[in-house]
């Protein structure tokens, strides 16, 4: 089962990918979250995406095209992988491609999780994230048990790419390098749109429904 999320940023694409890893035990593959990680290890590859990630840019290319490939050979995702956040940009739709050919797979659905932008807006702008684990949370839809707590006891900050004027710039940048990928995989007859509005539960059901072949 090889999967791409394709939708904006805040759409809900990290949660409701984490369920589908939960009930198909396969991984889920965020560049976000690994990109992340190394920003917060300072590794060379993470003082390279640090300013971009900061600015609401996308980081370039090659960088999350060497993550997502060595990802993939890694053995957890023989039975399949979810991919969130990746590709963003048609030459990384067209890296992914030469990848799987190489690899023998093909990607089986891309769902696009569809919301507006004044939603979007509102539900970045109250994430919280784990300092220490990367953990998401939302001030009003996913609070912590503990006030400005993760469960894993790590302290819940907001992302510096989560405040209004860097969410803006992410959505414009969505709308104009990665939206045009909606056509790119629609030609392929791989494109799946589904609406991201309503409970997380709903909208998993909507993506468990395309994935068993329950939806036309
Ligand atoms: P995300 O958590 O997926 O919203 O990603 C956070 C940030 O990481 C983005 O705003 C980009 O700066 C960077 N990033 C994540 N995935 C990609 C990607 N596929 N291509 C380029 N930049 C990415």
Redesign the pocket.
């Known amino acids: 089962m090889n999967l791409i999320f394709l939708g904006p940023?805040g759409a809900g694409k990290?949660t409701q990918a984490k369920l589908l890893t939960e009930k198909y035990n396969i991984p889920q593959i965020?560049?976000?979250?690994i990109?992340?990680g190394a920003v917060r290890e300072a590794t060379p590859m993470g003082v390279k995406?640090k300013g971009?990630?900061e600015s609401?840019?996308?980081?370039p290319?090659e960088v999350?095209i060497g993550i997502v490939e060595e990802r993939l050979a890694k053995p957890d995702c023989v039975k399949g992988f979810i991919l969130?956040?990746?590709?963003?940009?048609v030459a990384?739709a067209d890296a992914l491609q030469r990848m799987l050919n190489g690899l023998d797979r093909a990607i089986e659905h891309v769902i696009s999780v569809e919301v507006d932008n004044a939603e979007l807006l509102e539900r970045m702008a109250g994430r919280r994230t784990c300092r220490a684990c990367g953990r998401g949370y939302h001030v009003t839809f996913d609070q912590p048990k503990v006030k400005d707590r993760c469960e894993c006891g790590g302290e819940l900050y907001q992302r510096d790419?989560d405040r209004e004027e860097t969410i803006r710039k992410?959505l414009t940048v969505y709308e104009a390098q990665t939206a045009p990928l909606k056509q790119y995989y629609a030609g392929e007859s791989l494109l799946r749109p589904i609406s991201g509005i309503g409970s997380i539960d709903e909208i998993q059901r909507r993506i468990v429904a395309i994935i068993e072949g329950r939806q036309g």
Do not use: C, K, N, Y
């Open positions: 940023p990290g965020s560049t976000g979250d990109l992340r995406a971009f990630m609401g840019a996308l980081v290319d999350v969130d956040g990746f590709p963003r940009t990384q790419d992410r």
